[in-house]
């Protein structure tokens, strides 16, 4: 029987954002931010399972009560994104057509119906796919001094979100060697295969906190849900 398992990689340090701990850590409405992105996918019906991938030094997820149904914990993490997702699927028992969704710790807004809707439309994808946006404002490409240098064309532009769903063995051996190599996401190794994901119109809610004036508006976001 197939399986659907979310992996989520959390070892990464957060450097961008300057805080004094990872970002995944920050404090959002009472809980670490992570919390909610974790939360949400152990809510989906059809997910079996939400393998968190830590750093083997983690020094902060233990001071956290966590209590989530189907959470398991994993520290191999990696140097890397592509180091910490592959070293995840090696941890967990899987089979090679089991599905991965592969989801950003930091996108902490992710809703179940967000969730759902992509397993409904790439669950008999040969490859698989994404949450994605299409791009509505022009796109500008900057030059060294800021400038800017051209406009590109926005049509078939989209924006790349996470959960990124593939089967597990074919995503194994998407991230070996030097298809890894540079990547940012998991699709654009299956990319590096010839592959196609599909493209799965996500929400404007589901962005990845960055910066500290990310933090305002994902706590809007979440306590609009409350209402």
């Not at 409904?120 to 994605?132: F, K, Q, S």
């Not at 990319?191 to 990310?214: I, Q």
Request: hydrophobic share 45%; net charge negative; aromatic share 6%.
């Amino acid at each position: 029987m197939t399986r659907y398992v979310a992996l989520v990689p959390a070892a990464g340090s957060g450097t961008r954002f300057g805080a004094a701990c990872p970002k995944q850590y920050l404090q959002l409405s009472g809980r670490p931010l992570m919390w909610f992105t974790l939360a949400t996918l152990c809510q989906v019906e059809a997910i079996d399972e939400v393998a968190l991938i830590l750093s083997p030094g983690d020094e902060w997820f233990d001071d956290y009560e966590w209590a989530l149904p189907k959470l398991t914990v994993h520290r191999v993490g990696g140097a890397t994104r592509a180091d910490t997702v592959k070293n995840g699927i090696e941890a967990l028992s899987l089979a090679a057509e089991d599905w991965l969704l592969v989801h950003d710790a930091a996108r902490c807004c992710l809703s179940v119906p967000m969730v759902d809707r992509l397993l409904a439309e790439v669950g008999e994808d040969p490859v698989g796919g994404l949450l994605a946006l299409p791009i509505p404002d022009t796109v500008k490409r900057a030059d060294r001094d800021g400038r800017v240098a051209m406009t590109l064309p926005r049509q078939g532009m989209w924006l790349a979100q996470t959960p990124q769903m593939f089967r597990a063995g074919l995503l194994t051996q998407a991230l070996s060697g030097e298809l890894s190599d540079g990547v940012t996401d998991e699709a654009s190794a299956i990319e590096r295969m010839g592959l196609k994901p599909r493209l799965v119109e996500g929400d404007a809610g589901n962005f990845k906190v960055t910066w500290p004036r990310d933090l305002p508006l994902a706590r809007a976001i979440l306590e609009a849900r409350k209402a």
